[in-house]
């Protein structure tokens, strides 16, 4: 499995959940996580007092993740962030001395280097007005979460407005995924030569 889609909206019957689905199938050498089947504790019960044992499922996710060369999210716009699942998911999964590690001069050293990365959000504003208001859903998975991690060559593709739309206008949106997945595809497959870097799956 070269690349993991993690799907972060909790309704299966959601356009995340859809355009999760027809990336992978587009792609080719895609597995999706659909972060509503997992059995996991959203929760960082101690914060970073205690250590929290990972779940068998978040043990699984990480293992998926440590194989994955290319790395995809699909979320909602919910309040310029993400859902609470997928918040709790990075919260629970991405952690320090797993994910990343803080160097003695007080900056942080991503330990998931090697990957690449792809943002896809839906919003009920147009794709277009997001960069405009600050793109914080965006900027949240991709610079302060993935690129935190070292995952730094992450793209972003935004759909929307998904209030209201048609079914023809999200058939457009679906084959406009499918053109990205085969094009992320091609360029996985140029990527191959330099595999992912290995870090300790149990932190």
Not at 19 to 38: E, P, W
Not at 70 to 89: C, D, E, N, Q, R
Not at 149 to 175: F, Q
Request: proline letters at 6%; charged letters at 25%; a positive charge.
């Amino acid at each position: 499995m070269n690349t993991l889609v993690i799907d972060g909206h909790p309704n299966p019957h959601s356009l995340c959940a859809g355009i999760a689905a027809r990336y992978a199938q587009a792609h080719g050498d895609a597995q999706v996580l659909a972060l509503r089947d997992l059995d996991f504790d959203q929760n960082m019960r101690f914060g970073y007092t205690r250590r929290q044992e990972l779940e068998p499922d978040l043990q699984l996710a990480w293992q998926r993740l440590l194989d994955a060369q290319h790395v995809v999210v699909v979320t909602p716009v919910w309040w310029g962030s993400v859902p609470a699942l997928l918040k709790g998911f990075f919260d629970r999964l991405l952690l320090p001395r797993r994910a990343y590690r803080m160097k003695p001069n007080g900056l942080p050293e991503g330990l998931l280097s090697g990957r690449t990365g792809r943002v896809i959000v839906t919003t009920d504003s147009p794709w277009w007005y997001l960069p405009l208001v600050g793109d914080t859903t965006v900027r949240h998975v991709r610079q302060t979460t993935l690129r935190f991690c070292g995952i730094t060559r992450v793209k972003a593709t935004r759909l929307g407005p998904v209030k209201g739309s048609t079914d023809e206008l999200r058939a457009t949106w679906l084959s406009k995924i499918e053109r990205i997945a085969r094009a992320d595809a091609v360029t996985s497959r140029k990527n191959r030569s330099r595999p992912p870097v290995k870090v300790n799956a149990t932190g």
